[in-house]
């Protein structure tokens, strides 16, 4: 399989690693025991900073991600220094039988911590306004206090004391605080969309933390190695390991998301958050309270949950509101830049597109032809059939002339039976373009059950040859055209021709 093979060769490698650790674990005693596990999940972390290394290093990366990446693996390197120190602290502890400091946890995790805050910080993010920046804090916020309490309960409490000292409080907290800290930045990444993750990739990350923050909610005495614990720490390494091959395959692949987002009215977690840490506060305190102290907290949660509901309904509307405003918003600006009959694009619309013609060909020396359209024989129809015929007819015409113009062209309609084509097509291909674009307009049709048939008489002018800018390529184009008109009409002319053109009939 393409999964273990260079790279993914290395989740064979660390599953073997795991299991040598946990058969370790069952049948030496922890002082052989305890040591190994720490070298596997030295192996372990060395691999996954290994993948993401080479991540970084993926030809066609874009920069942010590559910097982040390299970041991460940065702080991976970090890591697994303070692992070595400690697994060099266990070793001597088990030849000496003396109590060594874990200085890796205590003092070596902090700093990787800090690495891997300053690369999740500094990756870009599509929130850009400090009313979205302030949501997704507070969000980001709400979860990571939750979190933090059932981490402060379940690990941190049950395994220090205020007389232990500040250092056993660092060693304590080593394992917690990075479960956070990647929690942290799995979450701005959910929250903001930051187009770095795929999802399975986000998955395995999010296994990683959980089984991580359910290892360090098991009791284990500092003596002893349990294998619960254990298990479920290597489980983690190897659910982050997978997630860091996947990514890798997928930035070689090229299928990493973009860097977008789809806007959320709101998110769940942290509602769910906060629910799970009033849950928390009331299994704690509740044996110890009395009737009246339990309503008080019962109304407590009632009132929170009214709250909570208040604001999703406030949300909900203004959810509503906005959807309305950007519909409305784009509706004013296709009305500002499109002609109302036909779609297509109006005056001002055109003037944008010439003067940015005009711009590119000063700037690179890409010319652009304009083909002037003006319809023969449509006054007569329109006071045969009426307007509404007229105005029909005029559909017709210009999805004719969309169809003909090719996709790279932009098709305007300034007025009346007037129309405009600006093409990157010049000299005899913006002919070959009219002439096409005549046999289209001339081609017989029914309109409104009434069997019509118009013209176009097309003038065409080059921006290379109007140096007197967007009115002098008007003026150029518009001399071409009634010059056709006045040889006859149903054709096209250069504006620079000598001869005339040949007639399409």
Known sequence: MRLFRGVGALLPAGVVTAVLAVLAGLLLPPV?????TVLADLVLIGALTFVVHRTSRVPGLPREAARFWVCLARALLVYAIGMAVDLGALVAMSVSGRPVPMYGAQLVYPVAGLFTMYAVFR???VVHSRSQKLRVGLDAGIVLVGTAAFIWYFTVSSHWAPGHGWLSLSETLALPVTVLV???GVLRVAFVGAGLLTRPTLACYAACITLSGVATALPAA???APIGPTVLLLLSQLSSLTGAVLQHHASVAGTVPPLARRDRPFTVLPYAASAAAFGLLVAVVGPGLDWRRWGVLAGTGILLGLVATRQLAAMHENNRLLAQNRALTEQLRHQAWHDELTGLANRASFSRHVDEAIERYTATGADTALLLIDLDGFKAV???FGHVVGDQLLCDVA???????????VVCRLGGDEFVVLTGQTGRRAAGVADRLVRAVAAHAVIGGHPVRVG???GIASVSDAPGGAADLLRRADAAMYAVKSAGKNSWRLSD???????SR
């Not at 052989?32 to 190994?36: H, Q």
């Not at 999805?399 to 062209?409: F, I, P, S």
């Not at 021709?497 to 007639?503: M, S």
């Open 222 to 224: 500092q003596e002893e």
């Open 382 to 384: 329109n006071d045969t």
């Open 456 to 458: 176009a008489s097309i």
């Open 32 to 36: 052989v025991s305890r040591p190994a």
């Open 399 to 409: 999805g004719r002339l969309t169809r003909e113009a090719g996709d790279d062209a």
């Open 182 to 184: 990647a929690g942290f």
């Open 497 to 503: 021709a000598d001869e005339p053109a040949t007639t």
């Open 123 to 125: 990756y870009p993010t």
